[in-house]
Nanobody, 116 residues
Framework: QVQLVESGGGLVQPGGSLRLSCVAS????????IAWYRQVPGKERENIAD????????YSDSTKGRFTIYVDSAKSDTVYLQMNSLKPEDTAVYYC?????????WGRGTQVTVTS
């Protein structure tokens, strides 16, 4: 069982930045994959960035060039999502997902609202 806790969401103006954190109960390096998803009401949860073990980071078209997923070099259990140039359409609940031994684990999510 893997526990994940997201934090860092909030209210931000268009063009602003936020950094989301996801703290896991096990080292990120022991996972098959770690990912950030987001969901707005009425829509499916969307994969926006991930790191699959042995591969480089992947980004969706909607976040490429603006968001960065990275593991904290000092804290083996924390992954971040740096979000720059935020747009109103980035408003959503953001979730962290871990994959280990074929099982998916989710955090409870953190709300990000981009509005002027």
């Amino acid at each position: 069982q893997v526990q994940l806790v997201e934090s860092g969401g909030g209210l931000v103006q268009p063009g602003g930045s936020l950094r989301l954190s996801c703290v896991a109960s096990i080292p990120i390096s022991s996972m098959n994959a770690i990912a950030w998803y987001r969901q707005v009401p009425g829509k499916e949860r969307e994969n926006i960035a991930d790191i699959i073990s042995g591969n480089g980071p992947w980004y969706s078209d909607s976040t490429k060039g603006r968001f960065t997923i990275y593991v904290d070099s000092a804290k083996s259990d924390t992954v971040y999502l740096q979000m720059n140039s935020l747009k109103p359409e980035d408003t959503a609940v953001y979730y962290c997902k871990a994959v280990q031994y074929g099982s998916n684990y989710w955090g409870r999510g953190t709300q990000v609202t981009v509005t002027s």
